[in-house]
């Protein structure tokens, strides 16, 4: 069973930066991939950014330029560094991680941009 808790998100004002921060704990982790998804209101879940344990990386549209997925291996950690941020990247943000026997989530984050 692995356990993702998310930290960095709050409140900031358009151009600004925040960064978010996923642990993952848990016995038997052998993670692959680590992201994070996004969900504003009204709207569907979307892909920010992933990255797999090799270091392939990939963004959603919206976000290319200006976010930067990063992780840690050794601690299992997965960040989210994101920069320019516009009023319509307000969401909670989710981190996600994959391993061979399932995927898990964590409890989200708020992030808000304020115009």
């Known amino acids: 069973q692995v356990q993702l808790v998310e930290s960095g998100g709050g409140l900031v004002q358009a151009g600004g930066s925040l960064r978010l921060s996923c642990a993952a704990s848990?016995?038997?982790?052998?993670?692959?991939?680590m992201g994070w998804h996004r969900q504003a209101p009204g709207k569907q879940r979307e892909l920010v950014a992933s990255?797999?344990?090799?270091?392939?990386?990939r963004y959603g549209d919206s976000v290319k330029g200006r976010f930067t997925i990063t992780r840690d291996n050794a601690k299992n950690t997965v960040y989210l560094q994101m920069s320019s941020l516009k009023p319509e990247d307000t969401a909670v943000y989710y981190c996600?991680?994959?391993?061979?026997?399932?995927?898990?989530w964590g409890q989200g984050t708020q992030v808000t941009v304020s115009s």
């Open positions: 848990g016995t038997g982790l052998s993670i692959n991939a």
């Open positions: 990255i797999t344990r090799g270091g392939n990386i």
């Open positions: 996600y991680a994959i391993n061979i026997a399932s995927d898990y």
